[in-house]
């Protein structure tokens, strides 16, 4: 399984997100992906790549989303197969927050694009506007897209676990998700077909009129949070600070409700007040 080779780098990079390697009696085990059967010809492909004996069943039942739920599953039992998958970074059992990119060398869009079929989406959002996004409970695979997806289309991410169930969500929208998509789904790559239709669909949007293009977020520093504790109003702080209002707000809020890191040197800290009505710190990440 050369990672280098654009099949397996995308196939290795879906197996972390959407299989499950598990271990048996002795050195049994086996490796399973079950999917919609609609993208059993993924599978099949997977299937062909494997130089071990596999099978691909399919089943019908009942699931939380459907009565009746059409699967298809592919099963991989050589050990041999199994130690090779797990050396090079598929953990055995419950691995959604540890695994990680390959430490070996590797095709880095075709596994990216492997990780987003599994895991991720692609298409336009309810209002119309192009995206590309990944779910996922892995700190170094959401912080590797980032790094990746900034060097591709220059969009800045910080990647930020949500309150309800510690997940990452990573998205890119508009331009950033059309460079993004038509880097990773190029021409004859190895990919579900319905997001490699997805992601071509992406390039015919065009910004509307009138739409402006949000400036990069600039980024708080030591100096700008002592400024905006020692003023202790938005108001002026925006003025000597050159940011807006609603900016300096949202940050002395979270300054002193202790959400971020005080600058060096400043112990005291006021009491935390109520927190302001708009809370979107636009230009600052």
């Not at 071509?200 to 509307?208: E, G, H, M």
């Not at 300054?255 to 230009?283: H, K, Y």
């Amino acid at each position: 399984m050369d990672l280098r080779d654009p099949r397996y780098a995308y196939m290795f990079g879906f197996l972390q997100a959407d299989g499950h390697l598990s271990t048996g009696t002795g050195r049994k085990g086996k490796l399973t992906v079950e999917l919609n059967a609609r993208d059993i010809d993924i599978l099949r492909e997977f299937q062909r790549l494997t130089p071990y004996r596999t099978s691909i069943r399919e089943r019908t039942r009942a699931t939380n989303f459907s009565a009746k739920h059409h699967s298809a599953t592919w099963l991989l039992c050589a050990l041999e197969a199994r130690t090779i998958l797990h050396e090079i970074g598929l953990p055995y059992g419950r691995k959604s927050a540890r695994i990680a990119p390959p430490r070996i060398d590797f095709s880095r869009r075709d596994y990216l694009r492997g990780v987003i079929d599994a895991d991720g989406s692609v298409g336009y959002t309810g209002q119309g506007l192009p995206f590309l996004s990944l779910t996922t409970a892995s700190t170094a695979v959401g912080a590797y897209l980032c790094h990746y997806a900034k060097k591709v289309t220059g969009a800045q991410r910080q990647i930020k676990r949500n309150a309800r169930d510690g997940i990452y969500n990573i998205v890119y929208v508009k331009e950033a998700a059309m460079e993004l998509a038509a880097h990773l789904y190029y021409p004859g790559c190895l990919a579900l077909e319905r997001k490699r239709a997805s992601a071509a669909s992406l390039a015919v949007w065009k910004r509307p009129a009138g739409m402006r293009i949000r400036q990069p977020g600039r980024r708080w520093n030591p100096s700008e949070d002592r400024t905006l504790l020692r003023l202790a109003d938005p108001a002026r702080a925006a003025v000597e600070l050159d940011r807006s209002a609603s900016s300096c707000g949202a940050r002395l809020w979270r300054l002193r409700t202790g959400l971020v890191a005080p600058p060096p040197n400043e112990a005291n800290r006021p009491e935390a007040p109520e927190a302001p009505d708009q809370l979107s710190e636009s230009d600052a990440p």
